[in-house]
């Protein structure tokens, strides 16, 4: 006993020892520390909500108890499963057509050579990260609406007029495209740093054995790549049920809410304009589960090949 007292001794003054040494790198990362507990920790107690009658005037402690009586009706909503099944669809087109963008456009970014053109393409590509949703959903609005330039090319080749955001056949592939618009240069930016930390021998000893650019890109970038695009596959899969409230929004029109209503938009609605705020969270839970399932069964894949999170 004595023995395990004096080694937790030496560690705390170890510890108190470290940070003095490095306080300048702890004072660093203390704004992120303190953002997460925050932000992040004292708000997982507002999750017993999901298991209250919550009443706002009554508040957490006050509001009757009922169990699982939420999620019960939850799962019995009638529109419950449209709403699941358009959040589900539209995670999965973002995964299959969003995640491997940012992929592709480094890899192509990494065979400009001319160092000027190779920036101002980036920049270019970066730019759209930066705008709100608003905005992005007004360009899209203008760009195909009645009047606007998709539906004038078409009209110079006899076409009819096509009102897309408000056809629920477009409304998915509208999302999809100006979610990788605005994010795909973004994304590079991670992918761009993995690539220029491989090391160039790699590739000199390749054109020695008369490797291509394309072989290069197959055999070496890729494969020294997977680390970085497997852990950013899992970070994302764990967010698979929540699309972001700001684009589906700013998107959605009266005719579309049928194939567009996901999880978030319900969630407004229910949660901030009805005040249905246990059922809310007990939606958000439902959310937060289903993700930590999810990137659970993928680490585990991911750990067959000694790569995961954990």
Do not use: C
């Not at 606007?148 to 007029?161: D, K, L, P, S, Y």
């Not at 695009?229 to 700013?250: A, M, P, R, S």
Request: hydrophobic residues 50%; proline residues 3%; without cysteine.
């Amino acid at each position: 006993m004595k023995g395990l007292t004096k080694y937790k001794v030496n560690k705390a003054r170890s510890l108190i020892t470290n940070i003095k040494k490095h306080w300048m790198l702890y004072v660093m990362i203390l704004p992120g520390v303190i953002f997460y507990i925050v932000l992040k920790y004292i708000p997982l107690m507002g999750t017993i909500i999901a298991f209250q009658d919550y009443q706002i005037f009554n508040g957490i402690l006050n509001s009757p108890w009922v169990g699982f009586d939420n999620f019960i009706h939850l799962f019995t909503y009638q529109d419950f499963y449209q709403v699941l099944r358009n959040t589900f669809l539209i995670a999965f087109y973002l995964l299959v057509f969003g995640f491997p963008a940012p992929i592709i456009l480094a890899l192509l970014f990494n065979e400009i050579r001319i160092r000027f053109l190779k920036k101002s393409v980036q920049s270019l590509f970066y730019l759209p990260h930066f705008l709100s949703w608003v905005i992005v959903g007004g360009i899209v609005f203008e760009l195909l609406s009645s009047q606007g330039v998709v539906n004038g090319i078409r009209g110079w080749f006899g076409a009819e007029t096509i009102l897309f955001m408000q056809e629920e056949s477009y409304f998915r592939t509208i999302v999809v495209l100006s979610s990788v618009w605005k994010n795909v240069g973004w994304g590079t930016i991670v992918y761009l740093a993995a690539i220029t930390s491989i090391n160039p021998s790699l590739y000199e000893a390749s054109v020695m054995d008369g490797a291509n650019r394309w072989k290069q890109a197959r055999y070496i970038t890729l494969p020294l790549m997977f680390p970085t695009i497997l852990v950013l596959f899992l970070l994302n899969i764990g967010n698979f049920l929540e699309l972001g409230f700001d684009q589906i929004y700013n998107l959605l029109t009266p005719m579309t809410y049928s194939v567009g209503d996901i999880i978030e938009t319900y969630v407004y609605r229910a949660g901030v304009l009805q005040g249905q705020y246990s059922m809310t969270t007990a939606i958000g839970l439902f959310q937060s589960l289903v993700g930590f399932v999810l990137i659970w069964i993928f680490n585990r894949m991911a750990r067959k090949t000694e790569q995961g999170l954990w």
